[in-house]
């Protein structure tokens, strides 16, 4: 369906009473939004802070990619590698290394107050670090503040990390998701640590397999040592 064959969509679900629609995936936010301003309705984004995008987003429930991201090379730059509760494994985060949330720079929730939803979320992290789930008590330890994460670092020594490289499956840097989060991670790191970093996108949206192990290779040539590979598609690669 196009953008307009959305949008009228979800205009038929603000006509017929609803008041606020969560849009599922950041690609569909735009026509969700669109829909909410023509309705006089509300709109609840996912993925990505969309506040800045219309005032008929009430909140976005975000993924922190920068915060998993930045953990992870703080990780490794200490211990020169990961763990067996790391290495090779698939990690489901959440509110106790702080990986998902909502946005909270522009509150505009009405009757649920910003420092309500603070304490919220600090319970519910705590439950989760508790609870038995999938994520190592490394990774739950990992979530001291990046400051604090950086002078560990320095300390212990982060020139394991020599050079970063982000290699991205598809899209933009620019795309207010994964790509866009995780680089934010890795030009913070390499600032904070005196490491270079460079990213690396394939050159088309058809890109093969083959493509993407090829921008790995051209990054490892190029002197990095650490790749984040953003995208499930760089599972083959």
């Given at each position: ?87 090779g494994q ?38 989760g670090s ?31 990390i020599t ?75």
């Amino acid at each position: 369906a196009s953008d307009d064959d959305l949008t009228d969509y979800v205009c038929g679900w603000y006509n017929e009473g609803f008041q606020v629609v969560m849009a599922a995936t950041p690609g569909l936010a735009d026509s969700c939004i669109q829909a909410a301003e023509k309705s006089g309705r509300e709109v609840i984004a996912t993925g990505w802070d969309c506040a800045g995008q219309s005032s008929s987003v009430i909140t976005s429930a975000v993924n922190c990619y920068s915060t998993v991201v930045q953990n992870e090379l703080y990780l490794f730059g200490t211990q020169n590698n990961w763990d067996q509760d790391h290495s090779g494994q698939t990690e489901t985060l959440g509110t106790e290394v702080d990986a998902v949330g909502l946005a909270t720079q522009e509150w505009r929730l009405k009757t649920f107050t910003g420092e309500e939803y603070r304490e919220l979320y600090q319970r519910m992290a705590a439950c989760g670090s508790s609870a038995s789930s999938t994520t190592s008590s490394s990774a739950a330890a990992s979530t001291e503040a990046t400051s604090d994460s950086a002078a560990t670092a320095e300390a212990t020594g982060s020139d394991n990390i020599t050079g970063i490289a982000q290699c991205c499956d598809v899209g933009t840097l620019d795309d207010e998701s994964f790509n866009q989060g995780c680089w934010e991670a890795v030009k913070g790191y390499g600032d904070e640590n005196g490491i270079e970093y460079n990213y690396y996108l394939p050159s088309g949206e058809d890109a093969s397999d083959e493509d993407r192990e090829t921008l790995i290779r051209q990054a490892v040539a190029e002197g990095a040592n650490t790749i984040v590979c953003v995208g499930y598609l760089y599972g083959p690669a």
